[in-house]
């Protein structure tokens, strides 16, 4: 199984939609909060370069933003 | 709307996004009282689902040409598409305040949806620039969240009042209107802004971890601004039936000039659009 990270905010309509999409493809995630939890915050801007979200991780690959194709061809969906 | 398949209807976009996917609480569509922006999209795109459309999401049109008595559409990866009949609905994205320094710190301290990104801020001194609704409702989210807001307007604020009552009480707000915004400082991250007062034309720096950028829209008209008019904001003008002038193009919603730029606005528009391009088939046979 590979090993998912979705850094996201409560309010973030895109990270939404991102763990709903996992949802729906039964694909379990860890789900960092990154207003709530500082050093998830750090690590995903440490990771990506950035302060946007949602970050996805997937085995160690990062992503932007929702990104229904990188997510569907990262999974094998 | 490949030329094999032009029995089938076909849409193609960057996502299934839109500006109501930016907005947490729709409180104006028939229908609801109340509705997240996302879930109201996500009933828009199962209700099209149900019915025989090839939709292409992934991709984003970039020109629009009239070829063999109809229309190609390009895409930003090279795929082209051909139809007799286009409907152009490609919204509006936010204006950039086009300072130094801008496009390389963006997603890194700059933002344009504070809804999306504005809790990542928490603890941070962070400025939003605009005077307008949307420039206050980013206000009032980040004052409950950033240690200090910094409210930089160009023009006095020219939102609605009572948003401008309720944020201006906070106690973690400075009101710097009728200012402009000079340049992003940073190297990877944004370390601050600098700012000058129109008035007394005195520049200043100011530290901030942030900046929300809400100075409005601009339409996403450029893929077909070789075919048709644009207005002095960039919209395509189109009449009360969504014809742009051109036979068989038309648009629809907040790339358009029709006034009022609101979901259930554009939604009407787009029926309007859809039943206008059927006629304009049938009647050519």
Partial sequence: ?77 | MPPERSSIPCSSAKTWEGKPNWTARVENYMGYQFIEGPELMQKFEQQVKQFPIEVKTGDGAVSISRQDGGFEVRTEKGETYRGRAVIIATGKRPRPLNVPREERLRGRGITYCAICDGPVFQGMKVAVIGGGNSALEATDDMIKIAEHVYLVSLTPLTGDRTLIDKVKRAANLTILAEHETLEIMGDNFVSGIRIRDLKSDEERSLEVGGVFVEIGLIPNSELAKVLVSLNRLGEIEVNCGCETGVPGLFAAGDVTNVPEKQIVVAAGEGAKAALQAHRYLQRLG
């Fill in chain 1, 1 to 77: 199984m590979k090993a998912v990270k979705v850094y996201s905010t409560p309010t973030c309509p895109w990270c939404k939609k991102t763990k709903k999409f996992l949802e729906d493809n039964s694909i379990a995630y860890q789900d960092f909060d990154v207003g709530a939890d500082k050093a998830a915050r750090e690590e995903m801007v440490r990771k990506s370069g950035q302060m946007g979200v949602p970050v996805i991780e997937i085995d160690g690959d990062i992503v932007v933003g929702y990104d229904e194709g990188w997510l569907k061809q990262k999974l094998g969906l």
